[in-house]
């Protein structure tokens, strides 16, 4: 079974290529993936490799955890799967209590 891992604090101009170069001295990767940001399209500093063997990815992660890699230190681990995050509400308000007490005619404060 394949092996997901996370790689953080890499350098901003670090490639998925050397990225797979850099965990392809311990064994063969199916894909080194770098994110980026969806706006600007740079590098937001942190990746994810898979590699098909556990034994291979293992060693892959003790070895580069922690150490130096274009000047920043690495931090390597298996990947957790992605939580849920909750659906925040729009940038509007939108709030029942918000308009404060208004008599009683029928203002955001009345409570339904």
């Known amino acids: 079974m394949s092996k997901?891992?996370?790689?953080?604090?890499?350098p901003f101009k670090t490639t998925e290529e050397e990225m797979n170069g850099l965990f392809g001295?311990?064994?063969?990767?199916t894909s080194a993936k770098l994110i980026t940001d969806k706006y600007s399209g740079q590098s937001r500093g942190f990746g994810f490799v898979e590699m098909p063997n556990d034994e291979e990815a293992n060693a892959a992660m003790e070895k580069l955890n922690g150490s130096d890699f274009g000047g920043r230190k690495l931090t390597v681990n298996e990947a957790r799967p992605m939580e849920a995050r909750?659906?925040?509400?729009?940038?509007?308000?939108?709030?029942r209590d918000r308009g404060g007490d208004r008599g009683g005619r029928g203002g955001y404060g009345d409570k339904w």
Do not use: D, E, K, S
Not at 4 to 10: K, S
């Open 86 to 95: 909750p659906r925040t509400g729009g940038g509007f308000g939108g709030g």
């Open 4 to 10: 997901r891992i996370y790689v953080g604090g890499l």
């Open 25 to 29: 001295a311990y064994g063969q990767v």
